[in-house]
């Protein structure tokens, strides 16, 4: 095995998991993100020698996937124009109750505002490495993270405990 075998094998075990997770949030689909995630580290390994000497090289991975999924998607969404069809895949994989809420919630929040989130708080990165990774200007980094929170908060609070904890306030 070649040393770019083996630093490119290290790299695939000790990011790919993560990826796939930060992916899939961002896209809202697991299925969809492992496709995107698997062509982004064929695209990696192809160019690892250039690929393996960016600062983050995790990053490039993470960017590519999205914007695979992404033209995946609108692929898909043209296609099924064209045939007139309908899909009802809304398949949620279940792997606890939080994971589902989250990913749930995240569904329900503006594709630029879940990006945001997930790259700030499931993938630890600063509001200027988003704008490295993706292009979008800082402030607006921090303003889709705003209002991304305050639209999970939405759909993340717990109604029946919220208005319980109320009407005890009230008495």
Same mark, same amino acid.
């Given at each position: 095995? $070649? +040393?770019?075998a083996?630093?490119?094998?290290?790299?695939? *075990? %000790?990011?790919?998991r993560?990826?796939?997770? &930060?992916v899939?949030m961002?896209v809202?689909n +697991? *299925?969809?993100?492992?496709?995107?995630?698997?062509e /982004?580290y064929l695209r990696?390994?192809?160019?690892?020698h250039?690929?393996s !000497?960016?600062?983050?090289?995790?990053a490039?991975v993470r960017q590519v !996937?999205y914007?695979?999924a992404v033209? !995946?998607?609108?692929?898909a969404?043209?296609?099924?124009?064209?045939? +007139?069809?309908?899909?009802?895949?809304?398949?949620?994989e279940? #792997?606890? =109750?939080?994971h589902? !809420?989250i990913v749930?919630a995240?569904?329900?929040?503006?594709?630029?505002q879940?990006?945001v989130?997930v #790259?700030h708080?499931? *993938?630890g990165?600063s509001?200027?490495e988003?704008?490295?990774?993706t292009g979008? =200007? =800082?402030?607006t980094? %921090? $303003?889709? #993270?705003?209002?991304g929170?305050r /639209?999970l908060?939405? &759909?993340l %609070?717990?109604?029946?405990?919220?208005?319980t904890g109320?009407?005890? +306030?009230?008495?």
């Open positions: 095995m $070649t +040393r770019d083996e630093d490119f094998d290290t790299f695939y *075990a %000790t990011s790919s993560r990826v796939t997770a &930060h899939a961002m809202g +697991r *299925a969809e993100a492992e496709d995107a995630v698997a /982004a990696a390994w192809n160019r690892w250039r690929i !000497a960016y600062d983050d090289p995790e490039w !996937a914007r695979h033209s !995946a998607w609108r692929k969404v043209n296609r099924l124009r064209a045939h +007139r069809s309908e899909t009802t895949d809304r398949h949620v279940a #792997l606890n =109750p939080d589902v !809420a749930a995240l569904r329900q929040i503006p594709a630029d879940r990006r989130i #790259l708080h499931l *993938a990165r509001v200027a988003i704008h490295r990774e979008i =200007p =800082p402030g980094v %921090t $303003t889709w #993270l705003a209002r929170r /639209a908060a939405a &759909h %609070t717990d109604r029946e405990t919220y208005e109320r009407e005890h +306030r009230d008495v």
